[in-house]
């Protein structure tokens, strides 16, 4: 009995703590934004700018690069993707370009790219991008076929209007505003010097300030060879302003169609006091906090600066509430389910062992591309941080197919992203993009460890070439019949 409750007790410390790490760095400076972008791409986008691109009725050749292009821009993890993919699909984008677009952002972004080169190597970036971009469009495809019966009738009820490109523009505000808001996500989350370097600093006396640090390590490990991120007592304190951010939320936002109240003020100023708290630097050294203003600090200032000006100016009443309620909305909807499912992978992870993967992974079989898949999935990283893990494996000897295979299924798919998407498209359509994702990723490993292995690029390029020109035949096929059963 006491081995039971040492164990469960052991598995509820490990989704308590991850789920504290995760809260801490990722939530602010990327799910925040995200939900503000998306908010704002639902509320003052017209559908007609949407279908124009990514429509199911816009030709294939500028739906899909246009949904790929948009992707590469945003260095972002399976989570903070998914509003964006849901403002973008409920605004009208076709499933297959929506489905580009969310497996292109978290797994071949520029930044991802880059870093992936300058860790691990050119070749498995450029193997990475390639594959990437190939099996983006092979699964938007695949997904739009296999669906296309349920987009037709979709309720969403494109006009003829918007499914021919429309002729509603957006205004140059709104699209200011939105610019303005992926400006400040991309800001945040970028890992370059002239961001995260401290320019200014100054010490805030707090003599405890090492001990409560200790307390917190004790609680929430930090180990960078892991991505056990940890928490500060920087990280602490967002908790807390998170919480009392979702509080006032609730109370000025559950109902602002009806117009704004105290509670809607208070919210936007904490939402802007912790995403400025969360750009500065902040270390425990003896005697206090050393507090450092990066240029993520001037960056985030600014942008919200400009926002501030463009609430208070320039959207009209009507646009402001409406993109306060999309923002909430996703919020609401979302955040919920994230908090479960990041939870519930850090009871996994006390589970699962990165060594068994490794044992499994030492050489470019089927199994070992699978187990990169499985590790992937349930041992999920925040975006670039999989950069890293992938590079201990590869010095533990971890095969470069199966790790290829691992570093294109981690900022794709996770428990928590999985059970989101379920809430937006739905069990089928979330299992049919899981199973594509797992398969093309395991593919893409042992294509890209056969090369390495020796096999000609020529023969590699034919026998992916006809494997994707069967399964095209396959489903074809298989909806043919399917519209035949239903007398289409």
Same mark, same amino acid.
């Not at 505003?177 to 970028?190: C, E």
């Not at 370097?197 to 010490?203: A, E, M, P, T």
């Not at 590869?394 to 295979?405: F, I, K, N, Q, S």
């Given at each position: 009995m006491d081995a039971t409750i040492s164990w469960t007790l052991r598995l509820l410390h490990g989704g308590t703590a991850n789920l504290a790490a995760y809260l801490a760095a990722h939530v602010l400076l990327c799910l925040l934004p995200a939900f503000a972008i998306a908010g704002a791409m639902s509320a003052l986008i017209p559908s007609g700018t949407v279908t124009r691109f990514l429509g199911p009725r816009s030709p294939g050749i500028v739906s899909y690069p246009a949904a790929a292009a948009a992707g590469s821009l945003l260095a972002v993890c399976s989570c903070t993707i998914v509003p964006l993919f849901a403002a973008i699909y409920r605004k009208g984008a076709g499933l297959g370009p929506a489905i580009t677009f969310l497996f292109f952002a978290p797994a071949a972004n520029i930044l991802a790219l880059v870093y992936t080169g300058g860790v691990i190597g050119v070749d498995l970036a450029a193997a990475r991008l390639l594959l990437s971009l190939v099996f983006g469009f092979g699964i938007g495809l695949i997904m739009a076929l296999l669906f296309q019966d349920q987009e037709v009738a979709d309720p969403r009820g494109l006009d003829d209007a918007f499914a021919a490109g429309?002729?509603?523009r957006i205004r140059r505000v709104a699209l200011v505003?939105?610019?303005?808001?992926?400006?400040?996500?991309?800001?945040?989350?970028?890992k370059l010097d002239l961001l995260t370097?401290?320019?200014?600093?100054?010490?805030w006396p707090w003599p405890d300030a090492l001990s409560w640090q200790a307390e917190l390590d004790h609680w929430v490990p930090h180990d960078a060879s892991k991505g056990e991120e940890g928490l500060s007592l920087q990280g602490a304190s967002l908790i807390v302003l998170l919480a009392a951010i979702a509080g006032s939320a609730w109370r000025g936002l559950e109902n602002i169609q009806e117009g704004s109240n105290r509670w809607t003020w208070t919210s936007l100023a904490l939402v802007a006091l912790t995403l400025m708290l969360a750009a500065l630097s902040v270390e425990a050294v003896p005697g206090g906090l050393r507090v450092g203003v990066t240029g993520r600090f001037a960056c985030v200032a600014a942008a919200l600066a400009v926002i501030a000006q463009l609430i208070a100016r320039r959207l009209a009443d009507d646009e402001l509430r409406d993109w306060l309620w999309e923002s909430w909305r996703f919020a609401r909807q979302i955040f919920p389910l994230l908090v479960v499912g990041v939870f519930i992978v850090g009871m996994v992870r006390v589970v699962l062992r990165p060594e068994w993967i490794e044992? #499994? !992974?030492?050489?470019?079989?089927?199994l070992g591309n699978l187990a990169g898949v499985a590790f992937g999935v349930f041992m999920y990283f925040p975006t670039l941080v999989e950069v890293p893990i992938a590079r201990m494996f590869?010095?533990?000897?971890?095969?470069?197919?199966?790790? #290829? !295979?691992y570093l294109m299924s981690d900022p794709e798919l996770s428990l928590q992203s999985i059970l989101i998407l379920s809430a937006i498209i739905g069990r089928r359509k979330t299992g049919a993009y899981v199973a594509l994702v797992a398969l093309f990723s395991t593919g893409a490993g042992?294509?890209?460890g056969a090369w390495i292995d020796g096999t000609s690029p020529l023969m590699l390029a034919l026998s992916l070439a006809v494997s994707l020109a069967l399964l095209a035949g396959l489903l074809t096929l298989a909806s043919k019949r399917s519209a035949a059963d239903k007398g289409v």
């Open positions: 429309g002729t509603a505003f939105l610019l303005v808001w992926i400006a400040l996500l991309i800001g945040g989350t970028l370097r401290s320019w200014l600093q100054f010490d044992s #499994l !992974a030492g050489s470019n079989s089927l590869l010095d533990l000897g971890m095969h470069r197919g199966p790790l #290829l !295979a042992m294509t890209y």
